[in-house]
């Protein structure tokens, strides 16, 4: 069942697919340095490939413009983690998935979304997840500008320590083997 999500979303957006192995990847191999049990790493690499399935219900004309979003379509955007959550949710065997998905983009300092929560309120898997879609994000082509080179992405997550990013975990992560 989740390949078949995973399957709408790459044929609805291109740049998901790779999106979504990318981040998976990385959230695996972050996993694996914080050396989380193998129930964690299962979740993670689920919640890694179904993390942007909210995007579906977002027209692609906002999801792929090549300028600047208006407040409305930013605020369309911000639904996808709910919008994702609610899909996961139905299920009874995806539920920890939903969770994880639904807070991907809540920040350390509570200026996240949907909930604003901070800290260690923010599910450790969703801080993760967080991480590796944030990195892959900023090293990605896409329509609207091109992808920074890592060692650049790096050090702007360095400056976001302690406001986007958990600090122990951001440095773990700056500090796996290159990506």
Sequence with gaps: MVYSM?????????????HSEQVTLLAQQMGKALELPVSDLETLYWAGWVHDIGKVLIPASILNKPGKLTLDEYEM??????????????????QEIAFIVKH????????????????????????ILALAD???????????????APGDAKHIMARLSGKQFDPSLLDTFLNLPPF
């Excluded at 995973?6 to 790779?18: A, C, F, H, P, Q």
């Excluded at 920040?107 to 898997?125: E, K, T």
């Design 6 to 18: 995973v399957k709408i979303l790459e044929i609805y957006d291109s740049y998901t697919r790779g």
């Design 77 to 94: 955007i911000k639904k996808h983690p709910v919008w994702g959550y609610q899909v996961l949710n139905t299920s009874e065997e995806l």
């Design 104 to 127: 991907h983009h809540e920040r350390w300092d509570g200026n996240g979304y949907p909930d604003r929560l901070s800290g260690v309120d923010i599910p450790l898997l969703s801080r």
């Design 134 to 148: 944030t990195y892959d994000s900023m090293t990605s082509d896409r329509a609207y500008r091109t992808g920074l």
